[in-house]
């Protein structure tokens, strides 16, 4: 019998039935995804960072370093396990070009270091995640390169230098644990020893990386403060492995966390709509269970009736679901396959997204239950009686027929009905209001991320062009000299010259630490601070968010440096957002330490009638071997894979929005129009043609959707913008602000929804031509 009714049940509702199962799907699919994706990240994660054996703690130095110094202090180290110096032989951009390219790496923004793979630890791996070997003449690349220059195998690499020309063809592609993400200026190009011998002898000038492994990764913080402290070479940034782990992380890690909160939206939105389908059903079959209640049926035997429809129908949607999230997740990862690695596919693959599909499950036929109890409450002679569960409306003496003169007849019965039964239409206001969320949060970043003004979370200033002097010997006259040529320059509005050396900080406990100050004039091109204003007098300083919050301080707090070889006690003006440099930088207006500068800087902005290219290639030429980059390219460089993982990631929650609410637009008004079939009738019967019908459950839409369009874009301005926030925290940019396009957010974006949502109401009401007071007098 229950077979009979629910075959029954589903030909009679197929299209409510279809979207049902859609939803359900979608949201076990996603989740199953999600679940699996972060899976997949985790393990590839872990096994290129196992197989390339990371060091836990590295510092890079340019200029000199006594080897045998280094060496005893890491004997006398007891948290050392391993250490190792290696040696990059850096080759500017403007000699170097990468594949079938006829113009050279001159305005990229990445260092390129050629080396030797390693001996002891900090292997560079291959695309099989083994360790790359190349014979004399080959080459293997960054897979960064691969993606961005669409290399291959095969491909040539040329360095044209003033005292030599070098070619190389490509026999590999490399995963670097330390330079993977493009955030990472630093890229790794691994040659044969004896090429680079060749290069280290004709280029000149070694950079280093001084590399320890510890004998417990949990005292990497104690070994940090001890390096930190010593006489060690620290020209240079350093870095640990819980930063290599969230650099490698981030941008496949936000991905997965938004599938899981779509997934979990989804499935909320299949609660309501299920709990909507029921009680629309319960409302039609009201008569029917007081008959069965009359007759001895039991509430649990009632109850399984309409509970078995919607076990078979969550069952399958979850089954569909999870056996689709397979496909769905080899596509959504494929940046995690080609930066990482395809980890090994143990049990876990299939449990885990079986575990999230039986969550949804689980959690839709608990709520179905609960539903489900109104069955207690239903009264048998009420039942008999009336034949209704009947409906509390509000009182309608503000929406009298007469009374209107201002709107056409259709569409004033379109928004009594909204305002009348405002509870009913909750469920399709809180879709549309996750729509316009979801579909203006990914474009409201994205727009943010790509803008010029974004600059400001790089911990740096707007400007024109930006130049960058890495630090070697004889960089201080070279930058004097750039300078002076930029002074000089008619065409330049306005510079600010910066240096970026380490000081000595001297903490509360009595240890001391380095800090990366940037010292110059910052109010020429001013940053956006958070708390706060730029350092202007010589005993002020502004801390990154990440510092403040590590140093636990605060604007008008203090910290001591080492400054000219005597204390001094340094006020904090304000605090900034920086995601460079693993967000711990500071700025000060004192003189910069010439014994320990990391590398040098000019912001420029041009006069109005200054061509910005031509301005470029002129600067590359003069300033050689210095990065001459415009603010727009600088970031398309830095978070270019960010930027594509947006992109798509926006182009997908753009269409499942308008998916969703065409689907649940679909499933409400023909709950609605079954549940209004008398009412319809008698318009009908009473001279209402059919467009008239149809005019008013699309102002019903349309009413709903305005409200849904502006409370979403309220939300997505504010509670998004927070959580954009929430995870760009974790690089040092706690107080993201969205850049809004208004054409895109408040015209094209809800007149797409709107025509999507008019649509579906159109053709979905078709079916009310069929109604007429006669097949309601037979029913």
Known sequence: MLLHLLKRDLYKKKSVTAILFIFILLSTLLASAGTNMIRELVSSMSDLLVKSAVPHYVQMHSGTLDERAIERWASDTQLVDMHQIVEMVPVEGSHLYLGHQDTPESTSVMDFYFVRQNEKFDFLLNLSNERVEVSEGEIAVPVFFMQQRNLSV????????????????????????????????????????ADYDFLKQQAGGVEYLIEFRLTDAGKLGEFHT???????????????????????????????????????????????????????????????????????????????????????????????????????????????????????????????????????????????????????????????????????????RRWRLNRNRLLPIPVFLGLKNVFQRLRMFGLLFFVFVASAFLLLVPIHFLNTIKSPDFVSYLGIGRSDLRIDLQYSDRMDERFKSTVDAIRNDEDVERFSPLVTSRFRLLNDDGTVDQLNVETGDFTIFPLEYVQGGAPIRDNEIALSVQNAREMERKVGDTIRLIVGGKEKTMVISGIYQDITNGGRTAKAAIPHDPESVLWYTISLDLKPDVDLQTKIAEYEKAFEPAKVTDLQGYIRQTLGQTIAQLRNLAVVAFFVSIFLSMLMTALFLSLLMAKDRPHTAILRSIGFAHRHIRTQYVTMSLTVLIAGIVTGTILSNTIGQTLVGAIWSLLGASGIRFVIEPVQAYIVCPLILMLAVVVTSWIGTGSARRINIAEMIKE
């Not at 070098?166 to 790794?188: C, G, L, W, Y």
């Not at 876990?348 to 069955?375: D, E, H, K, N, Q």
Request: hydrophobic share 50%; aromatic share 8%; with cysteine.
């Open 226 to 396: 001890l390096y930190q402290a010593s006489d060690m070479p620290k020209v240079g940034p350093s870095i640990d492995l819980n930063m290599f782990r969230m650099l490698n992380a981030l941008t496949d890690g936000v991905i997965a966390v938004v599938l899981l909160l779509v997934s979990l939206l989804l499935i909320v939105i299949a609660m309501l709509c299920v709990r909507f389908t029921l009680l629309s059903t319960l409302e039609e079959d009201y008569r029917e269970i007081g008959v069965l209640k009359a007759i001895g049926a039991s509430r649990r035997h009632i109850r399984s009736i309409y509970l078995v429809k919607y076990v078979a129908l969550s069952a399958a949607a979850a089954l569909c679901g999870f056996a689709a999230s397979f496909p769905a997740m080899q596509l959504m990862s494929s940046n995690i396959t080609l930066y990482l690695g395809q980890a090994e596919r143990g049990l876990l693959y299939i449990v885990l997204p079986l575990f999230s599909a039986a969550m949804m499950f689980g959690l839709l036929l608990l709520f179905c239950t609960m539903v489900l109890r109104r069955f207690h409450r239903i009264s048998v002679v009420e039942a008999l009686r009336s034949g209704s569960i009947g409906e509390a409306k509000v009182s309608g």
């Open 154 to 193: 095969g491909d040539r690499v040329r360095i044209v230098h003033p005292k030599f020309i070098r070619e190389f063809t490509i026999s590999d592609f490399v995963r670097d644990a330390q330079m993977n993400p493009s955030i990472i200026h630093s890229k790794r190009f691994v040659i044969h020893p």
